[in-house]
């Protein structure tokens, strides 16, 4: 079946700081992968997204690879920011099990000054 | 252009209720998705529909109902609630005809349940 695991937070780091939030998968079709963010008492935003193999997404300084061969889909930041405070969720859609989103646990990430 | 709207934004029941939570969906997007919510988790799929029909459906007991309007808009019902349906519901939309794309999401209704 299809699944998402994500890696378990929170995470706190300091302003200008690299981001690393790991994100496996396991699908039994061709799934597109999607990272969204919650900002507090809100839903869900798209920030990336990636439909195949080697594709990258990136948005707002975010970035992340799909990579099949180790079934990853992992978020980055160069230089995370006070405002990028948020939870983080990695999700996939599988056109073959008619486009319903599977997500994981999602990482709350919080930035200090 | 507005996007995915949902109402109540909260809402108190007790257990035995039944609850009816309202969806419009992001214009130009013919299918509704509905999510349950817990908190410290992800969204769990409830169902989805498209054309007025309920065409997936995720583990969710029958207690959990749904209906699609010819606009588009969506209502999600809920009969019987126990103390574990609190949660925030959220509704997705998007154009079913465009593959694998995106879902918009509302900003979600918060059920408490007492």
């Known amino acids: 079946g299809n699944s998402v695991t994500q890696m378990e937070g929170p995470v706190t780091l300091s302003e200008e700081a690299f981001l690393t939030i790991n994100c496996t998968y396991t699908?039994?079709?061709?799934?597109?992968l999607f990272w969204y963010v919650q900002y507090p008492g809100e839903g869900l935003q798209l920030l990336l997204k990636a439909t195949k193999a080697d594709d990258k997404g990136s948005n707002k300084g975010f970035e992340a690879t799909y990579r099949k061969e180790t079934t990853s889909f992992h978020l980055e930041k160069g230089s995370v920011q006070v405002s990028d405070s948020a939870v983080y969720f990695c999700a996939l859609s599988d056109w073959l099990t008619g486009n319903q989103f599977y997500f994981g646990t999602g990482t709350s990430l919080t930035v200090i000054p | 252009d507005a996007g995915v709207t949902q109402s109540p934004t909260h809402l108190i029941k007790t257990r035995g209720q039944q609850v009816t939570l309202r969806c419009s969906p992001k214009?130009?997007?013919?299918?509704v998705s509905w999510y349950q919510q817990a908190l410290g988790q992800g969204p769990q799929f409830i169902f989805q529909y498209y054309e007025e029909e309920e065409r997936q459906r995720g583990n969710f007991p029958d207690r959990f109902s749904g209906h699609q309007f010819p606009n588009y808009s969506s209502e999600l019902n809920v009969n019987a609630l126990l103390l574990g349906d609190s949660a925030l519901y959220l509704c997705?939309?998007?154009?079913?005809?465009?593959?694998?794309?995106?879902?918009?999401f509302g900003d979600g209704t918060r059920l408490s349940i007492l």
């Open positions: 997705a939309s998007s154009f079913r005809g465009a593959g694998n794309q995106p879902q918009h």
């Open positions: 699908a039994t079709g061709y799934p597109s």
């Open positions: 214009s130009g997007h013919d299918t």
